[in-house]
């Protein structure tokens, strides 16, 4: 079965730089979760979008921001990238019309800065 | 503020030992409980949801249940692969759309 598909797989950056993260849903998936996960820690979450619109928002930074666009692909944007934002950076999908709120998470997408 | 607490934090089984993972949860209307695997450097991987207590679901030797108050994950002679973190996590009707997650139980599985 199609899983959930991020990249790139690894990133890294220098301090002050900018990345972007793309995330694919399982298809007929219309709704998309972000989480970061530090080293050692449980994933927190960042932000979800459901059909293109901003569903819900957890602890992101200013400095991030995200859009799920008509393809129901998502990007999460990060700028002025500091030493903290190193992390494992998933994504997870649902598809609210079958009765059950499942997340099914993507292999991540390690970023590490430096 | 939705809580959950995992234990033990790691656990040490010889194979075949059978034992179970603890998941304590504080929310505001349960919407679901849910239950992952994660190896290292991976994404969680989907293993059971729960929606009300009394509620029981079994996979190979995986059996999760649920109480108002709580989560058990019962592994039935576990083997050297059922070896990773196992994370609960909560999603409560009101509050966010994301999981709360526990800190996990680290299992280890010795042949």
């Known amino acids: 079965a199609a899983g959930v598909i991020q990249s790139p797989r690894h990133l890294i950056k220098e301090k002050r730089e900018t990345a972007t993260l793309k995330c694919y849903p399982i298809p007929r998936h219309d709704t998309v979760y972000w989480y970061q996960q530090g080293p050692g820690q449980d994933p927190q979450f960042l932000i979800s979008f459901y059909e293109k619109m901003q569903s819900d928002k957890g602890s992101i930074p200013d400095r991030f921001s995200a859009q799920q666009f008509s393809d129901y692909h998502s990007e999460l944007n990060m700028s002025s990238l500091e030493l903290g934002d190193s992390a494992l950076y998933f994504c997870?999908?649902?598809?609210?019309?079958?009765?059950?709120?499942?997340?099914?998470f993507g292999p991540g997408t390690r970023l590490t800065v430096l | 503020e939705d809580q959950v607490t995992q234990s033990p934090e790691a656990l040490r089984l010889q194979e075949g030992e059978s034992s179970s993972l603890n998941c304590s949860y504080t929310?505001?209307?349960?919407?679901?409980l849910f239950w992952y695997r994660q190896d290292p450097g991976k994404g969680p991987e989907f293993l059971f949801t729960?929606?009300?207590a009394g509620e029981e679901k079994e996979k190979e030797r995986l059996k999760a249940t649920l109480t108002k108050k709580e989560s058990f994950l019962h592994i039935t002679a576990p083997k050297p692969e059922d070896s990773a973190t196992y994370l609960c996590a909560v999603q409560g009707w009101g509050g966010a759309d994301g999981l709360t997650f526990g800190k996990g139980t680290h299992l280890i599985i010795q042949p």
């Open positions: 997870a999908s649902s598809s609210p019309v079958v009765r059950t709120d499942t997340q099914y």
């Open positions: 929310v505001s209307g349960l919407r679901g």
């Open positions: 729960l929606y009300s």
